[in-house]
Antibody
Framework: QVQLVESGGGVVQPGRSLRLSCAAS????????MHWVRQAPGKGLEWVTF????????YYADSVKGRFTVSRDNSNNTLYLQMDILRVEDTAIYYC??????????????WGQGTTVAVSS | SYVLTQPPSVSVAPGKTATITCGGN??????VHWYQQKPGQAPVLVIY???DRPSGIPARFSGSTSGNTATLTISRVEAADEADYYC???????????FGGGTKLTVL
């Protein structure tokens, strides 16, 4: 079955960097687009970024544009999120999620359990 | 950017029907997806493409869209349906995904 396992979260000071990973299994990773979605404590879901199956398309929420970079290693079935110049408001649980369909906008049908990022001085 | 508006909370008695709305400008012209999130858990896709159910989602869950409103309907509500529900669309002109603010469903 599809499995997504995030890692790399932790406590970091404002202005510092962190790199999250998402290990994927149970599906053909290199044929699906992938997302990062975050959830601040007690708040709703916020979409962060998307990367297409072949890395040709990358999109970012305005709140992270210029600070976060999404990437993927299809040979190792792993998704990454490089987070630079972190702010207190980036504190959240970060989920990776898989596109339901390879070509159509059918939402995100598989999610990891999330990794927690806390930005604090 | 595109905004989706959901009521913060909805309450329903067991066995009754719950209706959760999601408002957005001409949302009927977009593909709407719905997610269920229980406390401490990751979200689960319960409706995609306005009204389709992924495998494993009970038929009690249904969706529809019309005009400026999308609706998630849960029939014969059970205690296990108590959760937060989020609508989501693709803001295609900007290639962004947008979530509604979420609705907490309470089963009385």
């Amino acid at each position: 079955q599809v499995q997504l396992v995030e890692s790399g979260g932790g406590v970091v000071q404002p202005g510092r960097s962190l790199r999250l990973s998402c290990a994927a299994s149970g599906f053909t990773f290199d044929t699906y687009g992938m997302h990062w979605v975050r959830q601040a404590p007690g708040k709703g879901l916020e979409w962060v970024t998307f990367i297409s199956y072949d890395r040709s398309k990358k999109y970012y929420a305005d709140s992270v544009k210029g600070r976060f970079t999404v990437s993927r290693d299809n040979s190792n079935n792993t998704l990454y999120l490089q987070m630079d110049i972190l702010r207190v408001e980036d504190t959240a649980i970060y989920y990776c999620a898989k596109d339901f369909d390879q070509w159509l906008d059918y939402g995100m049908d598989a999610w990891g359990q999330g990794t927690t990022v806390a930005v604090s001085s | 950017s595109y905004v989706l508006t959901q009521p913060p909370s909805v309450s329903v008695a067991p066995g009754k029907t719950a209706t959760i709305t999601c408002g957005g400008n001409n949302i009927g012209g977009r593909s709407v997806h719905w997610y269920q999130q229980k406390p401490g858990q990751a979200p689960v896709l319960v409706i995609y493409f306005d009204s389709d159910r992924p495998s494993g989602i009970p038929a009690r869950f249904s969706g529809s869209t019309s005009g400026n409103t999308a609706t998630l309907t849960i029939s014969r509500v059970e205690a296990a349906d108590e959760a937060d529900y989020y609508c989501q669309v693709w803001d295609s002109p900007l290639d962004l995904r947008v979530f509604g603010g979420g609705t907490k469903l309470t089963v009385l």
